[in-house]
């Protein structure tokens, strides 16, 4: 099965260095695509003003001149009105022919029948914005960061169910969103969604909770449709979701899958400890958390699995499934026994892909990393219990 598509698309005065520290996190899980564009690189933040009515305060100026008796003159106009119209078609330019490399990514994932995920920082944020004004536009799951979107951003814009999912990452540190929101007045199109979150619809846009995942409006009501999600971090300046894998790995990386990420955790966290009680031989205290391990219900299985379902409930819907693949028949017995095989195989399986994500990037395999993800830890452990017949597909 071919690895959904991330697409990863940076912001000003940038050249995407942080791709690879995201595509470090997500990777063999997801496959990532950069979306690099060199119109933005020079000159830094001094740039905003070409992108707004600050244009303007210099023919505002020379008017205030004029009315106290400081005119310009007419060439001094002129050349002032030249250089003003320059820069605007300057900026028009730039910005459609960063956008039109960003729609050229784009049509070449969704040409393979994808629908993208996205990651999008800074000025990227805004040009997602500009290619959702494409209705053939699809995505599954976006996260923004440092977005200088308004904040009203996607009032009227959910219906047209082009996504899944918005995480929004709200650095309340951002100094350069926050700027540009104060001027957003003169910057249409501009606001500080990145400093003071997305507003919209009740039952659409909702914040998280301070650990950033928890949902109090979706734990009562979940609404059918696609989602925008608040997530503040305090101590976040305008990049700082990007040093380090750490951060893409706990959240966006469980965000992307659909599944809880400090379940994911804890989950994980279990199958750790059970491997090292095994290690230990320590048998009291393995099977009494072993018990806890198969009996807690988790909201981790994704696809078919609508409610939590505890380990061992999962284990063995895959056991029996797996059976009928291979047109096996199993009395209650064999199937318990092998239920269990398969549960101690899935911790192994877990544990194995953290042990394996610690390795440097180019020693690592990636048939033991995508256990990670507890339906694929499941689904290596049941096969191992059942391996396919030789010269049939697995």
């Given at each position: 099965?071919?690895?959904?598509?991330?697409?990863?698309?940076?912001?000003?005065?940038?050249?995407?260095?942080?791709?690879?520290?995201?595509?470090?996190?997500?990777?063999?899980?997801?496959?990532?695509?950069?979306?690099?564009?060199?119109?933005?690189?020079?000159?830094?933040?001094?740039?905003?003003?070409?992108?707004?009515?600050?244009?303007?305060?210099?023919?505002?100026?020379?008017?205030?001149?004029?009315?106290?008796?400081?005119?310009?003159?007419?060439?001094?106009?002129?050349?002032?009105?030249?250089?003003?119209?320059?820069?605007?078609?300057?900026?028009?330019?730039?910005?459609?022919?960063?956008?039109?490399?960003?729609?050229?990514?784009?049509?070449?994932?969704?040409?393979?029948?994808?629908?993208?995920?996205?990651?999008?920082?800074?000025?990227?944020?805004?040009?997602?914005?500009?290619?959702?004004?494409?209705?053939?536009?699809?995505?599954?799951?976006?996260?923004?960061?440092?977005?200088?979107?308004?904040?009203?951003?996607?009032?009227?814009?959910?219906?047209?169910?082009?996504?899944?999912?918005?995480?929004?990452?709200?650095?309340?540190?951002?100094?350069?969103?926050?700027?540009?929101?104060?001027?957003?007045?003169?910057?249409?199109?501009?606001?500080?969604?990145?400093?003071?979150?997305?507003?919209?619809?009740?039952?659409?846009?909702?914040?998280?909770?301070?650990?950033?995942?928890?949902?109090?409006?979706?734990?009562?009501?979940?609404?059918?449709?696609?989602?925008?999600?608040?997530?503040?971090?305090?101590?976040?300046?305008?990049?700082?979701?990007?040093?380090?894998?750490?951060?893409?790995?706990?959240?966006?990386?469980?965000?992307?899958?659909?599944?809880?990420?400090?379940?994911?955790?804890?989950?994980?966290?279990?199958?750790?400890?059970?491997?090292?009680?095994?290690?230990?031989?320590?048998?009291?205290?393995?099977?009494?958390?072993?018990?806890?391990?198969?009996?807690?219900?988790?909201?981790?299985?994704?696809?078919?699995?609508?409610?939590?379902?505890?380990?061992?409930?999962?284990?063995?819907?895959?056991?029996?499934?797996?059976?009928?693949?291979?047109?096996?028949?199993?009395?209650?017995?064999?199937?318990?026994?092998?239920?269990?095989?398969?549960?101690?195989?899935?911790?192994?399986?877990?544990?194995?892909?953290?042990?394996?994500?610690?390795?440097?990037?180019?020693?690592?395999?990636?048939?033991?990393?995508?256990?990670?993800?507890?339906?694929?830890?499941?689904?290596?452990?049941?096969?191992?219990?059942?391996?396919?017949?030789a010269g049939s597909r697995p």
């Amino acid at each position: 099965m071919p690895r959904p598509a991330v697409l990863l698309i940076h912001g000003i005065a940038s050249r995407g260095g942080w791709h690879k520290t995201v595509a470090d996190a997500l990777e063999p899980h997801f496959r990532c695509v950069s979306v690099r564009y060199t119109q933005y690189i020079r000159l830094g933040w001094l740039k905003v003003p070409s992108l707004s009515w600050f244009l303007a305060l210099p023919v505002g100026a020379g008017l205030v001149a004029e009315t106290r008796g400081f005119g310009l003159g007419r060439y001094r106009w002129a050349g002032l009105l030249v250089a003003l119209a320059v820069v605007g078609v300057w900026e028009w330019v730039r910005r459609r022919s960063a956008l039109a490399r960003f729609r050229e990514i784009y049509d070449g994932v969704e040409r393979l029948g994808e629908v993208p995920h996205l990651v999008a920082h800074s000025l990227g944020t805004y040009l997602t914005g500009r290619l959702l004004r494409l209705p053939y536009v699809r995505f599954g799951r976006i996260v923004f960061v440092g977005s200088p979107l308004p904040r009203a951003f996607w009032m009227g814009r959910l219906e047209a169910r082009q996504l899944t999912a918005v995480r929004n990452e709200v650095g309340r540190k951002d100094g350069l969103v926050l700027l540009v929101g104060l001027v957003s007045r003169l910057m249409p199109g501009f606001g500080p969604a990145g400093w003071a979150g997305f507003e919209g619809p009740k039952d659409r846009v909702h914040t998280l909770s301070a650990d950033g995942e928890h949902c109090d409006s979706c734990a009562r009501a979940r609404p059918d449709g696609p989602l925008v999600h608040n997530a503040s971090v305090a101590e976040f300046t305008h990049s700082d979701a990007f040093i380090g894998t750490g951060y893409a790995e706990t959240y966006w990386l469980p965000f992307l899958w659909d599944l809880p990420g400090p379940e994911l955790v804890a989950f994980h966290e279990a199958c750790a400890r059970a491997v090292t009680l095994e290690e230990d031989e320590n048998w009291p205290e393995l099977e009494k958390h072993e018990s806890e391990l198969r009996r807690r219900e988790w909201r981790l299985w994704g696809g078919v699995i609508e409610s939590p379902m505890s380990l061992e409930e999962y284990v063995r819907y895959y056991v029996e499934c797996r059976a009928r693949a291979l047109e096996l028949s199993l009395n209650p017995a064999t199937l318990a026994r092998q239920t269990d095989r398969a549960v101690r195989l899935t911790w192994w399986a877990v544990t194995d892909a953290r042990a394996e994500r610690k390795k440097p990037k180019g020693e690592r395999q990636e048939a033991v990393l995508l256990a990670l993800k507890p339906v694929q830890a499941v689904r290596k452990a049941v096969n191992a219990v059942f391996p396919a017949p030789a010269g049939s597909r697995p």
